[in-house]
């Protein structure tokens, strides 16, 4: 097989050669649990509270409201859930989106079967919530706002800064996931009133299986797994101290470069829109134009199935996505695709491709020439493109 052309930032990515420099030491020589007061506990403790400081310095709050998990997921159900029961007294209602990762959407329907009551804001043709909606739909028992960042399919990015803005107004709590955002966008979570945020590593260039969560200073916030009293009682058992260091590693250097890694990356990603557009007719590209995450772009090819798509991509080493990789295996058109209005037929010849800072120009040449082959064999199997092109001549 081809050497591999990996397209799919947004499912995974690999550890950046200096992260993994960082953490292979907490591996071996430094294996003290953070908890032990003698000289190597100390260490790993000095080890992620460095990380701590780095995570906080990046989106602008205190080194102490960061606590670390395992997991952007958990990080989503700590916020949803832990605010939820924090607050019952105040209130049951929690304003989300159609369009949010499961992790949050999933956590959701669980805390419905507990009581709550759950508005999902629609979303319009590009992905964008509706202000005006949201304002609407606040009542006196809202106690939570959970709108994500920036969508993992489709790469739209949400008015946050205004959404925190009328959270704040009305007194009511306001979280994001910010786990495709964070690395590729700027974040302040002061200027954009944010008091919960979501993140985790393997997304920006971190190992997988651990993640961070800021939860602002003095708000509400219960735990949800018991134990021990780790990261200030939020969150018991022994901290991933590689991955957390690994973490703090990976988001300094995502900052670092961010502009002229982003330059880098949407023009390529610009190039690859513009070579697919010109050269194979019957396509839509998703989500929003301008207000989208730099790597990310979505694209329907009609009467293809996405699926074979894929797979006959994979055989020429290219790796690419359908719609979110949670919901690979299973052929439900996404909910995002059905969100923004595309009906089934179009929302099931999709394919997302989100580029990274390793990728160039040659590989997306290759990805292109090998879209351009397969989608018109494919097209030339399928009885709909046939019969739509004979009514058409
Ligand atoms: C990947 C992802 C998650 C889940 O993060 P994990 O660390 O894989 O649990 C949550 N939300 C969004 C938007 C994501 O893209």
Do not use: W
């Amino acid at each position: 097989m081809s050497r591999i052309r990996y397209f799919d930032h947004a499912a995974t990515t690999a550890v950046d050669e200096e992260v993994l420099k960082e953490m292979i030491p907490y591996f071996s020589m430094e294996y003290g649990n953070p908890s032990s007061i003698y000289t190597i506990g100390r260490n790993t403790k000095r080890a992620i509270e460095e990380a701590r400081k780095r995570v906080s310095s990046v989106i602008n709050c205190d080194a102490k409201e960061i606590y670390f998990t395992g997991c952007g997921s958990e990080s989503d159900n700590l916020a949803l859930k832990g605010v939820a029961y924090a607050n019952r007294d105040k209130g049951n209602h929690i304003i989300t989106t159609k369009i949010e990762h499961p992790a949050v959407l999933n956590t959701c329907k669980t805390l419905e079967k507990e009581g709550f009551n759950i508005t999902y804001l629609d979303v319009d043709e590009d992905g964008l919530i509706n202000i005006e909606d949201l304002k609407n739909i606040i009542k006196d028992n809202t106690i939570l706002i959970s709108v994500m960042f920036a969508n993992n399919e489709i790469g739209t990015i949400e008015p946050i800064e205004e959404i925190g803005k009328i959270a704040r107004e009305k007194n009511i709590l306001f979280h994001t996931d910010s786990v495709q955002a964070i690395g590729n966008v700027k974040i302040d979570v002061q200027k954009m009133n944010i008091d919960l945020l979501s993140m985790s590593a393997h997304k920006f260039y971190g190992p997988k299986g651990v993640g961070a969560i800021y939860i602002r200073n003095g708000i509400k916030c219960n735990k949800i797994q018991d134990g021990g009293h780790q990261e200030k009682d939020k969150r018991a058992g022994t901290e991933n101290v590689a991955g957390i260091v690994g973490l703090g590693k990976a988001i300094q250097l995502s900052y670092k470069n961010l502009e002229e890694n982003n330059n880098k990356i949407s023009n390529l990603r610009d190039y690859y829109e513009m070579q697919v557009e010109k050269n194979i007719p019957y396509v839509k590209v998703n989500g929003h134009r301008d207000k989208r995450l730099p790597g990310n772009s979505n694209i329907s090819f009609k009467f293809i199935d996405g699926e074979s798509l894929l797979l006959n991509l994979d055989m020429n080493g290219i790796c690419v996505s359908t719609g979110s990789a949670c919901s690979s295996g299973s052929t439900d058109p996404s909910h995002v695709l059905l969100a923004i209005g595309l009906p089934d037929s179009i929302a099931k010849g999709t394919l997302r491709v989100t580029l990274g800072k390793e990728n160039t120009k040659e590989d997306v040449d290759y990805l292109v020439d090998n879209l351009i082959a397969i989608v018109k064999r494919l097209r030339n199997m399928s009885s709909e493109y046939l019969n739509f092109i004979k009514n058409k001549g």
